[in-house]
């Protein structure tokens, strides 16, 4: 009978108080392509770091070729034929590939190593996995998807019987992604399992032979890729069948904000001189919340960085009631009545040396001031209680406003990322990921913030990967995917399952993908 | 809030030490050391090294450096005193030589800086070679003398009993520690040495703020430049080669971060005063010369030691 | 004031003649043979001491018809620059070598290189001590000096004479540390004074060569020894810096510098600065030069005529 290469039986994991993997099991056979899906933080990267050794679970049984392993760590896992393929790739530049292909293990004896024998077993490893290159050459000549070859070269010369590729194609073209496919089929046959971690779903129709499927750190299902399976069953087996989560489409007050209010920002056709979104188009209305939602990678937050001038832009046009407005860079956003929240709070949204107070008011100096925060007298005793105002609004919970800003909980910084804009005279609200890392009982009180804000007649976009917060908080959803917006609901026609299957698909028309 | 110690030494640590170092030498040597004429020479022969100091301080607070400013000293010395040998009117040849190019070499490395997105580190590498170079070429590598008379007399005299360069160096200090705490563009650049990102998004003008930045430490070793060739009733042509050294070191025994957002003028000003006193010290006691480079570097090194562990340590209360 | 002046001079004589009596006039008889093309590298041209040095270089090489090319880096300090330089000056296949070191160790790998091609060099001005040269299998022609042991010692006669037996509190400002010539000025000089009785070197402290520092250095030990009666500065730019320490302070003080730069030699004939051991720096360079000739026109082979024996 034909053995498994690896079996992870009811394997869980904590940090701390947080469960992030729940009694999940996992078998990988020999010569299978064996997909890993499910949402951001549903628990793959947490259970593959778990088979390649770099965390301990806390509880389960692991087997390699049947044989019950009890500590694995990443040497024993490697020496166990288990390698794993990151997104971002681990090519050195600098470095011939043959000395990629063996680095840490190259040939030869005291100190000296034996080009002459590294470089034929390269070779032959190159060809191998289809890749026509001199070893000799520095990799740093190789485009993306030959190094991920190397990669693979690299896995086999350790003579890996089970690799992972995580979102191995996300940066490939159509032409490499077949060249891709071609060599996971001739590993296939030479009984290599393959872990097959993607969100594109017609990829994974196209090469998997079975699927595993997390959620939230419990695994859904596990099956194989027969017929039955289809792209609407995949999406609604990552969504589950928890649609009576707290954040129910049902509960969500807003309906569609009416077609007689005025537009306040129209874009047309934003695309960066970084090519990281392109041709992006939508617009909204006065007191209208829209959600963008997308993949990580998508493109949602790259656009918004666009839209408010904070990065360059080589095409598009924003208006803003009605006014093509240029939009140079955060100050001219400022002026105009727009302000970015950004996603990460520690290197975009506060300055670590100054104390609530001073982070409040940092907008306010901005535009107060021609020339961005250059001219003129600051007022302490003005900003503290402007601060002050702001603090005992948002409820930040805090000694007093002279507290430096590292001491507060994420929760409470945000909430401070967030305020300082609303002593601006902002008309309209970019928030990204508003609500990342922080504990359920703040994320409520910023919902709230959100809609009062929508409520006074702002307008408010909301960049967010989760997915239940936009169906509970927006009155229209655009979804992005590969720098685009592919989708747009309005909020009665969004499910889970259209806007993921959106996100995650490859379709073309506008709005509704599946019903 | 709580005042905690570390509160306490962010603030007043420098002055800590500073006043420590006094007594020590007090101790040691006390009819020359704590007389009065010797403390007015130690402000004095601190004064062109204060100047520099609050300067470079600037690029450090954003988390740059400018190694140019030795080199910038020299320059404009230099410029002001060729422009007076050729019969300029002084106060002329002071502002454009010395105050305006100061600014304008300044302006060069911070618009350098903003273009290249190059660390300034390697920016003001290169320039402080070309304006070392600059300098020989248009001195012929030779000391410019026989400044006007009057030149000396005004900007290294005497008001009462305080020399000019004094005045001059306090009166920048604090210039600068109003724009730092009460202006716009202070807080602007701490906003930027804090987290430039969010600076940025915050309608922060970050590009302008960095040059303004330069243009400061040109400004301050300009005038350095001035001080001292007044002092000097002569501009040498390789004056103030490795004065940056000192200055950096003020900056940073003055509770200046090398991450940039954290510090203060007063701190380096008592940072360039302690490096003063201490040179100062060595020469009353007659230290040997071998010795001397170990004391000074223990003396930096110690310093910032110290800062390190006190921040750290009262860091759980 | 006149007497000072006649005094300065005879020193300055002295040295100059010290340095000829090393080069006995006999050398000026040299002649080149070929117009060989000769390459000089000098520590700075930032200094007039080296650019003095070069005239004199240059001088001579258009009296002899040689053809010199002078290198210098632009920081004194830049050892590795002069290493590189000296590199590029062996690929460019001189004739002959003349160089003064920055450091005594700096130049040594490339010596031996230019050895091995054949050229001759010439040591100037700082000393690359023979019998390391020798462990590393290099030479050099020969070596072209200012005794700074000499300079000192001879700055610390000037200043026994013109203080007479009373004798009397004395300072030194030195160069930068660990820096030989600065190193052998002030030993001379110290180990000069300390053999007269009544005379004491009370400070000795660095200034690195730089004038606002030996402003500094020099208020600080005035105000430390007001009864000093003398400064000796390892160069002209600190004695110029102590000067005015002396000056500023009103104090009778004599300074004694070393160089003889020109605004030294004005501060001289002003009767401000006591004197100046001025090296001869030009002769250093012409001396050095009529060197590499002389070597150079040892011809490489010599047939001695056969003779036939026969019965």
Redesign the interface.
Known sequence: MRQPLVEMENVSKTFGATRALDNVSMTIWPGEVHVLLGENGAGKSTLMKILSGVYQPSDGVIRVNGQVVERLNPKTAQEAGIAIIHQELSIINEISIAENIFLGRLPGNRGLFDRKTLEKMSAELLARVGLDMDPAWPAGVLKISQKQLVEIAKALSVGARVIVMDEPTSSLTPEEVEVLFKIINDLRKEGVGIVYISHKLEEIMEIGDRVTVLKDGTLVGSRPMDEEVTPELLVQMMVGSDLSSKYDTEDHSAVEVKSDKPITVKVEGLTRADGRCKDVSFEVREGEIVGFFGLVGSGRTEAMRALVGADPVSKGTVYLKGEAARISNPQAALKNGMGLIPEDRRHEGFCHNFPIWKNLTLPVIAKASKAGGLWGLVNARKERQAAAKVVEQLNVRCASIEQPITQLSGGNQQKVVLGKWLETDLDIFIFDEPTRGIDVGVKASIYDIIKDLARDGKSILVVSSELPELLALCHRLMVFREGTIVAEFPISKATKENVLYAATARINNQGVGVQ | ?KKDLRYYWQRLGTLAIFVLLMIIMGIF?PQ?FL?R??II?IFL?SS?NVLIAIGVFFPILIAGIDLSVGSVLGLTGMVSALLMANGWDMWLALLVGGVLLGAFLGLLNGTLVVATKLHPFIITLGSN?IF??LT?TISD???V?NLPRQFSRTIAGYVGAIPVPVIIAISVAIIFAFVTK???????I??L???E?????????TK??KV?VFVFSGLCAGMAGIV?TA????A????G??YESYAIASAIIGGTSFF???GNIFGVVVGALIIGLI??A???L?VQ??M??IVMGLLIVGSVTLDRLLARGSKGE | MKRLVTLTLVLALMLMASVNVFAQGLLEDTVAEKPYRIAVLLKTLANPFWVDMQEGVLEEAERLGVEVDVFAVAQEGDAEEQLRLFENVIAREYDGIAFAPITPVNLIPVISKANDLGIPVVNLDERVPFNTLRDRGAYVYSFVTTNNVLVGEQAAEFVIQKLGPAGGKVAVIEGMAGNVSGDDRRDGFTNRIKQEPGFEVVASQPANWDRTQALNVATNILNRHPDLKAIYACNDTMALGALRAVENLGMDVIVVGTDGVPEAIEAVKEGRLAATIAQDPAMIGKVGLRLLVRALNIPQQVDVPSLVVAE
């Open positions: 809030m040597s020359y007389s004429n010797n020479q022969q062109i070679m070392r170079g020989l590598a030779r000391p003398y009460k202006t716009k563009l202070g807080r602007g701490y906003a040495g804090g987290n990102e969010a600076a940025w998004l915050s309608g922060i003008n302008l703020l303004v001292m002092r000097m009733g002569a040498e042509p390789l004056a080669t490795g940039g957002g954290i040179n100062n060595l020469n009353i007659n010369t071998y001397q480079q």
